[in-house]
C-alpha cells in the first residue's frame, strides 16, 4: 500500500526542538515544531512549526528569551543576553505560549571546557591530476591526538577557503548529513585521530583570481550532541529496503524530542594552496 495512506491516529504527534549552543555564536538558535504522526508523509509545505512557544534559556547567573524570526522560521537569541561560557551548564524550558506557564519539555546540557586540541592539517593541490574548467583537486591530511576518557567527542568539518580583494567564501565539503564527522578516541590509530581525503572543487574562476586554503573546523561536543549527530548519520546512512533495522535518533529532551547540546569550536587553516 502507499506509505501515504498508512496513518496512525493513534500515535500523536510530539513536541521536538533543537538548540545547539557554543561559545563561538553570535546568534543562538532553537527550533520548535511538532513531529509527523507515524507512517504519514511530510514534506516542507507540512512543517509543522511552532510560532508562539515560549523557550527560555538559563545559565551563567542570566536568563533570558528567544524570540521568534517568521522568516527564518525558527527562534533566535543574542549570544550576549545569556553569555556561553565554557564547562557551564545551561538549561532550556518550553512552555504552552507566551502567556501560559506550563511547562512542556526541558534539557540540560553542559560546554566542554576550552582546550587546546592541537590539532595540524596537511594540504597541498593534486597537481597530477588535470584540472579543465578551474577544477582544483586537493589531498588533505588532518589528525590530533587522542582523548580516550569517554567525556570527549568531536565533530569536524572540512573544506576550501577562497579570498579575494572583492570577497571570501567558504565551501564545506563533508557538512551534508551523513557525512563522516564524528569521533571519539576509539577511532584513533597509533594515539591519533586522522582523517584524510582527496576531493575536487570548482574554483572560483581564474586560479591567479585571490588565494585558497584549506580549513578545518574542529568541535569538541557534548556527550548529547555526538550521541545525536552519531545516530542521525546512521539513520541516514542505513541501507534501503523493508527488512532493514531502524535507527532511533538520540534525544535528551524531557517532554519531547530532539537534543539540547554544546560545543567548543576551533579553527585551523593551511598555508595557501
Not at 561560557?85 to 511547562?103: C, E, F, M, V
Not at 573544506?159 to 578516541?185: C, E, M, R, Y
Request: with cysteine; net charge negative; glycine share 8%.
Amino acid at each position: 500500500f502507499p506509505y501515504t495512506t498508512l496513518f496512525r491516529s493513534d500515535f500523536p504527534p510530539r513536541l521536538v526542538v533543537g538548540c545547539f549552543i557554543d561559545p563561538s555564536y553570535d546568534t543562538l538558535t532553537a527550533s520548535l515544531s511538532l513531529s509527523m504522526p507515524l507512517y504519514e508523509a511530510g514534506n516542507e509545505d507540512d512543517f509543522r512549526g511552532i510560532s508562539d512557544g515560549l523557550i527560555v534559556l538559563e545559565g551563567a547567573g542570566q536568563v533570558d528569551t528567544f524570540l521568534y524570526d517568521a522568516l527564518r522560521r525558527h527562534y533566535r537569541l543574542p549570544a550576549t543576553a545569556v553569555p556561553i561560557l565554557p564547562d557551564s551548564t545551561y538549561s532550556l524550558k518550553i512552555y504552552r505560549s507566551r502567556s501560559g506557564s506550563q511547562l512542556l519539555a526541558q534539557a540540560r546540557c553542559t560546554v566542554p571546557p576550552l582546550r587546546n586540541p592541537q590539532l595540524q592539517i596537511t594540504a597541498e593541490r593534486d597537481s597530477s591530476a588535470p584540472t579543465p574548467f578551474y577544477r582544483v583537486f586537493v589531498n588533505l591530511d588532518v589528525r590530533w591526538p587522542a582523548q580516550f576518557s569517554a567525556e570527549r567527542y568531536f565533530r569536524m568539518l572540512y573544506g576550501l577557503k577562497h579570498q579575494s580583494a572583492a570577497d571570501s567564501a567558504i565551501s564545506w565539503i563533508n557538512d551534508a548529513p551523513g557525512k563522516p564527522q564524528v569521533f571519539t578516541g576509539t577511532d584513533a590509530a597509533n594515539g591519533w585521530i586522522r582523517v584524510s581525503d582527496r576531493f575536487v572543487y570548482w574554483g572560483w574562476g581564474s586560479p591567479g583570481n585571490g588565494t585558497s586554503r584549506a580549513i578545518v573546523c574542529l568541535q569538541e561536543t557534548d556527550v548529547h550532541s555526538f550521541r545525536y549527530l552519531n545516530a542521525l548519520n546512521a539513520q541516514i546512512n542505513q541501507p534501503p529496503g523493508p527488512f532493514q533495522e531502524g535507527v532511533l535518533l538520540y534525544s535528551n529532551i524531557e517532554g519531547g524530542l530532539g537534543c539540547f547540546g554544546a560545543s567548543n569550536t576551533y579553527y585551523t587553516e593551511s598555508p595557501n594552496l
